[in-house]
């Protein structure tokens, strides 16, 4: 039996005794909703389930229009046309964010454009944003990454001004607020994912928000094979009409509705839960002091729904431990907390394009260079500065969020015995 002082990375207990909450999680009227499905024989395309949550998370959002769709992902490449981005265009997207936000606008035809981030929140910079504009350019995604909202406001103005159209990422920010407006009534389109790890999920899934007629037509008809409703004021979801538009089947099922009718219903409730979790970590540590400190909140962010709590690593106060050695200490204390996705540009996905994509309008040399693009904030988040722990630590009760800080305070009583260790590790490896 290791003793409580000693590093769990050199044999002693691990500081986190509990499990992390189970993620995902659905209750019992989920369940007899799917039973009812099951026997229904209505199992997709626009069923009363999916109307309801359409209706229920419009409302929740707050915008005229909601519309799901399979994924995330086509999400935003529904989107982006329904703004009118068209091949040729140049999207901005962040140097940092999960790799389908570029995909989304290669896939239409439209040239990404790597936008550096603030190297705390790790969203897209504004200022780089503007200073990356050309006359090509239709639209810009800011992605509310991780656990901290873009600023809106200096993009909101950006893109007034320079006449950019706007669609918000908010894969990791269901029910997230900017000055009371939530994430996703923002732009000119909110995307959403509900892929298994979201704070809402379905397993896979996603939808579109938008205040604008024309914007969910269009949308609609991209995902339901070029048909759309008649008389969108009437009857959103029916009287489908034909129309000129080149569309896919990117429908969902009334099973995923179903499991989102009952995320729903918990969102709330779990957003609370994890705003009370991340303030009282972010204290605990800030009073401890050491090299990991949580990232501040903005005060115009009214509600976070934290799809991860962002902290930032400082290297300078770690006495020679890297970030990595730092991660990988706390995880053998049972605190799984981690890196992020790596930088968008260095994704080898984006060097299959030229030579895969059936997208023919591409022009390469009007493309950025990815191989040789440095943006210094995204490269130095990446590999020493972010950190980042799921939400689903941050539904953990006061006993399980008092082991993570304990795991915090044992490996910063303990950096020299962790760099130590991973120097004999390297040795050893030769
Ligand atoms: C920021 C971001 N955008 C888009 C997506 C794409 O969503 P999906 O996996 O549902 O296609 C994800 C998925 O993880 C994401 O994290």
Same mark, same amino acid.
């Given at each position: 039996m290791g003793s409580q002082s000693e590093l769990a990375l050199t044999g002693g207990t691990p500081a986190v005794a509990a499990q992390a909450p189970a993620w995902p999680v659905a209750g019992e009227q989920e369940a007899a909703w799917m039973a009812e499905v099951v026997r229904s024989g209505?199992?997709?395309?626009?069923g009363p389930h999916e109307r309801a949550f359409c209706e229920e998370y419009k409302a929740f959002i707050g915008t005229r229009y909601c519309l799901c769709l399979a994924n995330g992902t086509v999400t935003l490449q529904c989107a982006l046309q329904a703004v009118g981005v068209e091949p040729g265009d140049e999207v901005l997207v962040p140097?940092?964010?999960?790799?389908a936000t570029a995909q989304a606008a290669m896939d239409i035809g439209a040239n990404v454009v790597f936008v550096d981030i603030d190297?705390?929140?790790?969203?897209?910079?504004p200022a780089a944003m503007e200073a990356a504009i050309t006359p090509r350019t239709k639209a810009a995604i800011p992605v509310h990454l991780y656990g901290c909202m873009c600023d809106m406001d200096a993009i909101g103005d950006i893109a007034k001004r320079r006449g950019l159209r706007i669609v918000e990422d908010v894969a990791h920010q269901h029910g997230s607020q900017w000055r009371g407006v939530c994430a996703g009534a923002l732009g000119d389109a909110g995307s959403f994912s509900f892929q298994q790890?979201?704070?809402?999920?379905?397993?896979e899934g996603g939808a579109v928000t938008c205040n604008d007629k024309e914007v969910y037509e269009t949308c609609f008809a991209l995902k339901q094979v070029g048909w759309r409703p008649g008389n969108v004021e009437e009857?959103?979801?029916?009287d489908l009409v034909q129309g000129n538009r080149y569309g896919h089947n990117y429908r969902i099922t009334e099973m995923q509705a179903v499991l989102l009718r009952g995320g729903l219903s918990r969102l709330p409730e779990q957003m609370a839960h994890r705003e009370e979790s991340a303030a009282y970590l972010a204290e605990r540590l800030e009073a401890a002091g050491g090299p990991l400190q949580a990232v501040k909140r903005d005060?115009?962010?009214?509600r976070q729904s934290y799809y991860c709590m962002t902290f930032f690593f400082d290297p300078g106060q770690a006495?020679?431990?890297t970030r990595d050695m730092y991660c990988r200490a706390l995880a053998a204390e049972g605190a799984g907390l981690g890196a992020t996705y790596g930088?968008? %540009? *260095?994704?080898p996905l984006l060097n299959l394009y030229d030579r895969t994509?059936?997208?023919? %309008? *591409?022009?390469a040399a009007a493309v950025q260079d990815y191989a040789r693009l440095e943006l210094p904030n995204a490269e130095r988040a990446c590999a020493e500065t972010a950190v980042l722990m799921s939400h689903t630590h941050l539904l953990g009760d006061r006993a399980y969020l008092d082991g993570i800080v304990a795991a915090v305070d044992k490996v910063n009583g303990s950096l020299a015995a962790v760099r130590a260790h991973f120097e004999a590790d390297s040795e050893a490896r030769g």
């Amino acid at each position: 039996m290791g003793s409580q002082s000693e590093l769990a990375l050199t044999g002693g207990t691990p500081a986190v005794a509990a499990q992390a909450p189970a993620w995902p999680v659905a209750g019992e009227q989920e369940a007899a909703w799917m039973a009812e499905v099951v026997r229904s024989g209505k199992w997709s395309w626009l069923g009363p389930h999916e109307r309801a949550f359409c209706e229920e998370y419009k409302a929740f959002i707050g915008t005229r229009y909601c519309l799901c769709l399979a994924n995330g992902t086509v999400t935003l490449q529904c989107a982006l046309q329904a703004v009118g981005v068209e091949p040729g265009d140049e999207v901005l997207v962040p140097a940092l964010t999960w790799v389908a936000t570029a995909q989304a606008a290669m896939d239409i035809g439209a040239n990404v454009v790597f936008v550096d981030i603030d190297p705390v929140t790790l969203c897209m910079d504004p200022a780089a944003m503007e200073a990356a504009i050309t006359p090509r350019t239709k639209a810009a995604i800011p992605v509310h990454l991780y656990g901290c909202m873009c600023d809106m406001d200096a993009i909101g103005d950006i893109a007034k001004r320079r006449g950019l159209r706007i669609v918000e990422d908010v894969a990791h920010q269901h029910g997230s607020q900017w000055r009371g407006v939530c994430a996703g009534a923002l732009g000119d389109a909110g995307s959403f994912s509900f892929q298994q790890s979201k704070v809402l999920t379905s397993g896979e899934g996603g939808a579109v928000t938008c205040n604008d007629k024309e914007v969910y037509e269009t949308c609609f008809a991209l995902k339901q094979v070029g048909w759309r409703p008649g008389n969108v004021e009437e009857a959103p979801y029916d009287d489908l009409v034909q129309g000129n538009r080149y569309g896919h089947n990117y429908r969902i099922t009334e099973m995923q509705a179903v499991l989102l009718r009952g995320g729903l219903s918990r969102l709330p409730e779990q957003m609370a839960h994890r705003e009370e979790s991340a303030a009282y970590l972010a204290e605990r540590l800030e009073a401890a002091g050491g090299p990991l400190q949580a990232v501040k909140r903005d005060a115009r962010v009214t509600r976070q729904s934290y799809y991860c709590m962002t902290f930032f690593f400082d290297p300078g106060q770690a006495g020679g431990v890297t970030r990595d050695m730092y991660c990988r200490a706390l995880a053998a204390e049972g605190a799984g907390l981690g890196a992020t996705y790596g930088v968008v %540009y *260095r994704n080898p996905l984006l060097n299959l394009y030229d030579r895969t994509s059936p997208i023919p %309008y *591409r022009d390469a040399a009007a493309v950025q260079d990815y191989a040789r693009l440095e943006l210094p904030n995204a490269e130095r988040a990446c590999a020493e500065t972010a950190v980042l722990m799921s939400h689903t630590h941050l539904l953990g009760d006061r006993a399980y969020l008092d082991g993570i800080v304990a795991a915090v305070d044992k490996v910063n009583g303990s950096l020299a015995a962790v760099r130590a260790h991973f120097e004999a590790d390297s040795e050893a490896r030769g």
